[in-house]
């Protein structure tokens, strides 16, 4: 019966021309987004990757230089653009996609590129996401909206149920006509999808791309089965097909535009982050004044200094068979470290907790929740630029304590004039990012998770309990 | 029946109805949370403003009565002019948070509003972006400019989609066919007065929020711009009143109707801006930002490794620089300087690409953009509240200038290798950026106001015509 009724729907939504239409433009668009989504990741992807290896180069080829000149010179690391990156670009418009690397400063990422862009851009872009999450929704508010009140208002409604047709069967049935007619746009457009990823991916991260291919498939999924879920239930409660209509887009506008905007305001007053002068002061008074205000660098420096004489059982800094002024740098550095994570850490966790609010907002405004899960699993979203920006710092860490240990270790206290040889920069290796894991990637979606999984529980109860529907 | 008994009646039936008071409170709320948003920001980025002047003229302060110290005596030592030009003497160029700042957010929170200018290189003193979240940055402002280009439409929508069909649906239309009265007045009247009601609605609210915001009312040109603002919210309203009466007269239902109008905001406000978007960085794809960096560093490197016949070349090409004509071994900030300048001419013609191709971009972009009655809204309201894009060019414009007098005044004392006295520091450079007058955005944006006033012309003269015509049955 069930499968009666779900041919019946498909046949219908088939002859309506409109649907047709529909369809194809929206395979279309997703085909689109798809190729040129994966031309720009790969650009970024190929344009990052020369700058970091010009980078190395320009590292390398210093010349004879001091080791804490070389410190000083640093250099630049540019965020890779992730495989996934082509369905959905999340945030890395608005990240900076890159970093100086030097002796005692945590540096910010900066060039942002949507600062580039024009206005317009902020409207939005087409991407894959942008589809599956307006378009495809939209198309399923259409499709869904008439299903009862539809029948209701002519009275086939009324001779479904006097030739005994049960309501859930007719539920089940219509839910599967409707979802039997977006598989004419959603199959084709997972098998562009995963063609995609087999075209784009270069790296050795296949199977982790795969799974992260296959969550973020289930993700929408689950999504449009949530939605169709609400827009029959809407529709056999409603009074009439206008009624069901108004609701439903009214769901779609405020779910898809106005709540991202809204929830990301409140997330900001709810978890205020400090302006960037205050940010950089905070961190300058604690490196000189110490984190507790009462450890000045002065008297970290006598202590450093009194550690050393005792350590090379030495009685004054010359006597010293290495350089006091690398050991000493290289203290206020491991200072200046502490102080970094407290201040860096703090920041990225307020963000963390704005983020988390976005996705338990995803109660109100499903959409929400997707979308955060969407980025997590693409590799574009907040966590995954913290998790590039901590590596990038322990690399910064681990040079410049290779820099100050080398100069400790070569040359007396006071000997800034002294080089060292031109080849030995190239002896560090080179920065390599390690992407996360598919596993560490979803820990932080833990809220949009049990949000997703609740909306689809709540919305395989309400079909299930259709019965409630009146016939007339 | 005169016109002014329709109206009337018209009223009523309005003030009996539900939904307007419904939409009415809602669009209370979503403007008091614009407004609170707006203000919210506008209040953060002069606290932040406030600690950079403080830092400043401390700053200034400490300097001041050093060098006041060291005119009377010869053992106070004074830094450098280098030093005192690359960090002791600098103070911040301010973009400061313009009057009717808190009605929009606008480009203002991913942009510098502020830079410390120094006798450095531009690239290293212009990484000055607001500490924020990525996220909320991606997700946009929930301001008074959102309320009234994305929100306000849908009000719109949602009070008057059924004017015409909803009349039709019920069997009504027919019976007041029946009346003395020319249909089209009738109807005129009742999309007037549902979208009066919101626009009214909409002006006296946000007239409250710009209070609300912390607008100084009392100030005549600040006045006049909040009026201008305001007209812009009813030019654009106007555009979706056209298209409400456009679809109105022509849809056969009052579901096909709503379906109509919300796909033609979904159009104006989405599909357009994002297409527009995606075509115009396909066909100017932006420059990279990252290719650039590296440049400068392939240019610092190559004037570094020259050494002194970069020193000499700078040297050679600024002769104004250096009256003696060789630069002392010991002038290290001299040799640090004409080294740097060396990199930057060689940066220059990379640099000219770079903005060129990036202009050639944004002027499409502004071209394109006005198939889209939203965006060009957008681009006026926030023009007219000074938190546009294009003002945060002027204010790099107005960087560069006081830029180059700074390390005009500097380099010619670290050339000369001339200590800076506590005269001088009076004469320092001033970093000075005036916003437009009302008079110069309006000349700037005329385009942008005709492009928005010419469709909306021409849908009320289609939905004039249609709702002349409107048929009693489907």
């Known amino acids: 019966m069930i499968a009666h009724i779900a041919r019946k729907e498909r046949m219908e939504m088939w002859r309506d021309g409109r649907f047709r239409v529909a369809a194809v433009a929206l395979l279309l668009l997703l085909a689109v987004a798809l190729l040129t989504g994966l031309t720009t990741s790969r650009g970024t992807a190929r344009d990052h990757e020369a700058a970091q290896e010009a980078m190395r180069g320009f590292w390398v080829n210093q010349g004879a230089k001091n080791p804490h000149s070389a410190a000083h010179y640093g250099l630049w690391v540019f965020k890779p653009s992730l495989p996934l990156s082509f369905v959905d670009h999340g945030v890395d418009a608005y990240t900076g996609v890159t970093t100086w690397l030097e002796a005692h400063k945590q540096n910010e990422f900066t060039r942002r590129p949507a600062m580039d862009r024009p206005n317009v851009a902020r409207f939005g872009e087409w991407t894959a996401a942008a589809v599956l999450q307006l378009l495809v929704p939209l198309l399923i508010v259409m499709l869904a909206f008439p299903a009862f009140a539809g029948e209701r208002e002519t009275g086939t409604l009324r001779q479904l149920a006097a030739i005994g047709v049960p309501m859930r069967t007719l539920m089940l049935g219509k839910a599967a006509g409707i979802a039997s007619a977006l598989a004419v746009v959603l199959v084709p457009a997972t098998l562009l999808g995963v063609a995609t990823l087999w075209l784009g991916a270069g790296g050795g991260r296949g199977a982790d791309d795969l799974v992260r291919f296959a969550l973020l498939m289930l993700t929408y999924l689950a999504y449009f089965a949530v939605l169709l879920a609400l827009a029959l239930v809407v529709s056999a409660r409603a009074r009439n097909v206008r009624v069901a209509l108004v609701l439903l887009l009214g769901f779609w506008t405020m779910n898809s535009l106005v709540a991202p905007r809204a929830v990301a305001d409140l997330a900001r007053q709810l978890h205020p982050t400090t302006s960037a002068v205050a940010f950089q002061a905070a961190m300058q008074r604690d490196i000189e004044q110490g984190l507790d205000g009462h450890n000045p660098a002065d008297a970290r420096r006598k202590a450093v200094e009194a550690q050393a004489l005792r350590e090379y059982r030495a009685v004054s800094l010359e006597a010293l068979p290495v350089n006091f002024d690398a050991i000493a740098m290289q203290a206020s550095e491991e200072y200046a470290n502490t102080v970094f994570d407290r201040h860096f850490g703090d920041l990225y966790d307020r963000y963390r907790a704005q983020n988390t609010l976005t996705q338990w907002m995803g109660l109100v405004s499903p959409l929400l929740a997707v979308r955060s899960l969407s980025m997590g699993l693409a590799g574009t979203d907040v966590e995954q630029h913290r998790h590039f920006a901590v590596q990038a710092e322990l690399y910064r860490r681990g040079l410049i304590r290779w820099t100050n240990n080398y100069f400790r270790d070569n040359t007396l206290t006071g000997e800034w004039d002294w080089k060292a040889p031109p080849e030995l920069w190239a002896k560090y290796p080179p920065f390599e990012y390690d992407a996360p894991p598919v596993r560490q990637s979803v820990a932080t979606q833990a809220a949009a998770l049990l949000v997703l999984a609740g909306w689809l529980v709540l919305a395989l109860a309400l079909v299930w309990r259709a019965p409630a529907a009146p016939v007339v | ?474």
């Open chain 2, 1 to 474: 029946m005169r016109w002014p008994t329709v109206w009337r009646n018209e009223w009523r039936l309005l003030l009996a109805d539900r939904a307007p008071w419904v939409l009415a409170v809602l669009f209370t709320a979503v403007a008091l949370y614009g407004a609170w948003n707006g203000r919210q920001w506008s209040s953060f980025q002069r606290a932040a403003v406030a600690d950079i002047r403080r830092a400043d003229s401390e700053r200034l302060a400490k300097l001041d009565s050093l060098l006041q110290r060291a005119e009377g005596d010869s053992t106070v030592s004074v830094p450098p002019a280098g030093v005192l030009g690359a960090s002791g003497a600098t103070t911040h160029a301010i973009l400061d948070v313009p009057p009717l700042g808190g009605l929009a957010v606008g480009a203002s929170d991913l942009h510098p509003y502020y830079a410390r200018v120094s006798v450095r290189s531009k690239a290293s003193f212009m990484a000055t972006d607001e500490v924020e979240n990525p996220h909320n940055l991606l997700a946009g402002r929930f301001d008074l400019v959102f309320v009234v280009v994305w929100v306000l439409p849908l009000l719109l929508i949602a009070l008057t989609y059924n004017t015409i069909t909803g009349e039709r649906d019920q069997g009504t239309m027919a019976l007041w066919r029946a009346q003395p009265v020319p249909a089209s007045r009738v109807l005129l009247a009742k999309l007037g007065v549902r979208a009066g009601f919101v626009l009214g609605v909409a002006c006296v609210l946000l007239g409250l929020m710009a209070w609300l915001v912390g607008v100084p009312l009392g100030d005549p040109a600040v006045l006049l711009r909040l009026l201008l603002w305001l007209g812009v919210v009813l030019l654009y309203a106007a555009f979706w009143v056209g298209v409400i009466a456009v679809v109105n007269a022509t849809a056969r239902s009052s579901a096909a109707s709503a379906v109509l109008l919300l796909g033609s905001w979904l159009v104006v406000v989405v599909v357009i801006p994002a297409t527009v978007s995606a075509v115009v960085s396909a066909v100017y794809p932006s420059p990279s930002r990252v290719a650039l960096t590296t440049a400068l560093r392939a240019a610092s490197d190559e004037a570094a490794a020259q050494g002194d016949t970069a020193v000499n070349q700078f040297l050679a090409d600024h002769p104004e620089m250096l009256q003696t004509g060789v630069l002392a071994a010991s002038n290290a900030w001299g040799r640090t300087l004409a080294q740097q300048e060396r990199a930057n001419d060689a940066m220059r013609p990379v640099y000219a690409a770079f903005d060129s191709a990036l202009a050639a971009q944004h002027r499409a972009a502004a071209l394109a953009s006005m198939a889209s009655p939203a965006v060009m809204a957008q681009e006026l309201l926030h023009d007219l509240a000074d938190r546009s894009l294009a003002r945060f060019r002027r204010f790099d414009a107005a960087i560069d200038r006081h830029h180059e007098a700074w390390q005009t005044f500097f380099f010619q004392r670290v050339f000369g290798e001339r200590k800076v006295r506590h005269a001088e520091l009076a004469s320092l450079p001033r970093f000075a950026y005036d916003d437009r007058s009302v008079g110069e955005v309006l000349a700037g944006q005329g385009g942008t106001l005709l492009a928005l006033l010419l469709p909306t012309a021409l849908l009320w003269w289609v939905g004039w015509r249609r709702l002349k015509r409107v048929a009693v049955h489907e």
